[in-house]
């Protein structure tokens, strides 16, 4: 999974919440363009993902960073 992937999981880990933040805050996650965000944004506002409460948020959230964190594990010589 992209390292931008991760990181727009653990900022804004529901579809509500990427609508929410905007293409402005997306698109100031590493390496994704303003068009990327739109893209993004769009798909979150059609999403048909069920799990939108803050408690799965917070779960999703905290995944994505234990992934981000253990790949800068894995890379480390």
Do not use: F
Request: aromatic share 2%; proline share 6%.
């Amino acid at each position: 999974m992209s390292q931008w992937v991760l990181k727009l999981i653990k900022r804004h880990p529901t579809p509500d919440e990427v609508v929410e933040a905007g293409v402005e805050t997306v698109a100031e996650i590493p390496y994704v363009i303003e068009e990327r965000a739109r893209e993004v944004i769009d798909n979150a506002r059609s999403s048909v993902a069920g799990q939108t409460d803050p408690d799965t948020g917070l779960a999703l959230s905290m995944v994505a960073e234990d992934l981000l964190r253990l790949e800068k594990c894995i890379d480390r010589p």
